[in-house]
């Protein structure tokens, strides 16, 4: 008994005086445990989180070099809670990386989502630029993710949904509008399905959430427009989806109801454009009631001067060869003084240059009273009326002649035409206009000159433009900027090759070139008797069998081979219907030209080029304010 109880307290000793030694020995003094903070830090690193490692490999990884580096200085005895939040965070990057790849097989699996998010896709220029554009996105949440290194963790948390977004430097679109529409795509896409019809609870279910969406997107554009709850309304709308995917399975009746909504848009796309395209015609014929006003008032006032005063200065410039001539033929008062103003502002010796204005008998003394009350400065304007051009008849002008024809009135005021749409460009009344026409008789109406600069009334000039009467043309008669760039101002844009008239005489794939800023030799016009070559191709053209109506096509033929091309700065085109031309061309640019619809003193004008034209206008003007003319 004794010998029992004496073993009992032996082992009993040795349990409680082993670990006393054990850890008090002195030899234990270097023992690491394996829990020490470095190799704490080293095993939190190498964490998977429980994924696989596809899924890590969706952000692009550090080198354990790079990541101990960047932990060693959060980890800092200045920052004693930084082991947690280091934890958090690793903890986030994971439900990030779970999150996506959720997102993706959710889009893959999903065939409306997959056609929807089509439009997108496509916008992509090349499988490269989309592969490189993902991997931006991928380094962006990386750095994110690694820059948030203190705060709480559900403040760090990224947003599902959200507005602009900073991804590195990079700023995300407003995607929640971008979800939110396609929603309701999909959701009139399940409304419409069989399947999806037959159940009532989930049909009534889905109005009420595709009412909802609409009246959080209301009209908003971006995601700051948005209410508060646009996010609850966008998840509620995700999860009754959920159930329509669930109920509608079938693929292929998803797509073809997809592809039937598509068809169905670009069918209203086509009629609306038809309609922009009628409504922008008719704004661009209809004269503004302030342009109506302001010859009215100019006129009244022209015939209360005595004759002395209706007459202009400097009179005896008008046939000095060493001076600088344009030639301007418009009814438009206002268009007319911006290029005067703006050819003046910009020259270096104003006195030099000489203004050959020729208007209409409506706007003849309207025109005249502008300038007699605004004179450019030293240089010198003459008005003419081109009703006072007796040698302009219809028996010397084929054009002329087929204006005044029943068939042209026709085409132009018949009420309703056949093929309104295709020629619906050709019927504005300028192409009716002697006005339009007049270019082609320069040395007819100055006989006195050898240089002239023809200057359309839709231009504005930035640069002095004495340097064009020095340019040598090499016997060519117009001196003109090509319009190569774009395959619409080609000749066979211009002209019908399907008629052996034209096919044998010109090239289709020729370059077009530009009027609106011509420089024109007078004296090499009337040795190569331009004139006559414009009379004969006009009257081939009398059933507008060649081209159509306009000025370029008969220029393009008249001046076939006769057109030196000049350096493309000094006439920049499309600012009357191009939205996008470069700015730096529009800088540099001599000459500006509104071609097209969008003149800028139309409210239809576009608003980003207006401003080099209004700096022209004095709206400040008597004549202006009484015609309530503004900017």
Known sequence: MVKFRNLVLFFLLLTVAAPILLYTDPSSASFKTPFSKRDFLEDVTALTFNSDENRLNLLPRESPEVVRGVVGVVYSKQNSDSSRRQEARDQLSARVLSTTDDDNQSQTEDPIKQVTDGASEMDKPNDMH???????????????????????????????????????????????????????????????????????????????????????????????????????????????????????????????????????????????????????????????????????????????????EQQFPNQENLEDNQLYHYALFSDNVLATSVVVNSTITNAKHPSKHVFHIVTDRLNYAAMRMWFLDNPPGKATIQVQNV??????????????????????????????????????????????????????????????????????????????????????????????????????????????????????????????????????????????????????????????????????????????????????KWHILGLGYNPSVNQRDIERGAVIHYNGNLKPWLEIGIPRYRGFWAKHVDYEHVYLRECNINP
């Open 130 to 308: 989309a592969s490189d554009d993902n991997s931006q996105n991928r380094e962006g949440m990386h750095v994110q993710l690694t820059q948030q290194t203190s705060g709480k963790v559900d403040e760090q948390e990224p947003k599902s949904f959200g507005g602009e977004k900073e991804r590195g430097n990079v700023v995300m679109p407003d995607t929640q509008v971008k979800h939110l529409k396609d929603q309701l795509i999909r959701a009139k896409v399940y409304l419409s399905l069989p399947a999806a019809k037959a159940n009532a609870h989930f049909v009534r279910e889905l109005r009420l959430r595709i009412k909802e969406v609409q009246r959080a997107l209301s009209d908003a554009t971006k995601d700051s427009d948005l209410p508060k709850n646009a996010v609850e309304k966008l998840k509620a709308m995700e999860q009754t989806l959920a159930k329509g995917k669930q109920i509608q399975d079938d693929c292929s009746t998803v797509v073809k109801k997809l592809r039937a909504m598509l068809h169905s848009a670009e069918e209203q796309l086509r009629v609306h454009k038809k309609q922009t395209m009628f409504l922008t015609q008719l704004t661009a014929k209809t004269i503004p009631k302030g342009l109506h006003c302001l010859p009215l008032r100019l006129t009244t006032d022209y015939y209360a001067l005595n004759s002395s």
């Open 387 to 568: 009703e006072e051009f007796t040698w302009l008849n219809s028996s010397y002008s084929p054009v002329l002649k087929q204006l005044s024809s029943q068939s042209m009135i026709d085409y132009y005021f018949r009420a309703h035409h056949t093929n309104s749409d295709t020629n619906l460009k050709f019927r504005n009344p300028k192409y009716l206009s002697i006005l339009n026409h007049l270019r082609f008789y320069l040395p007819e109406i100055f006989p006195k000159l050898n240089k002239v600069l023809f200057l359309d009334d839709d231009i504005v000039v930035q640069k002095d433009l004495s340097g064009l009467w020095s340019v040598d043309l090499k016997g060519n008669v117009n001196g003109a900027v090509e319009t190569c760039g774009e395959s619409f101002h080609r000749f066979d844009r211009y002209l019908n090759f399907s008629n052996p008239l034209i096919s044998k005489n010109f090239d289709p794939r020729a370059c077009g070139w530009a009027y609106g800023m011509n420089i024109f030799d007078l004296d090499e016009w009337k040795k190569q008797n331009i004139t006559e070559v414009y009379h004969r191709w006009q009257t081939l053209n009398e059933g507008r069998e060649l081209w159509k109506l306009g000025t370029l096509p008969p220029g393009l033929i008249t001046f076939w081979r006769r057109t030196y091309p000049l350096d493309r």
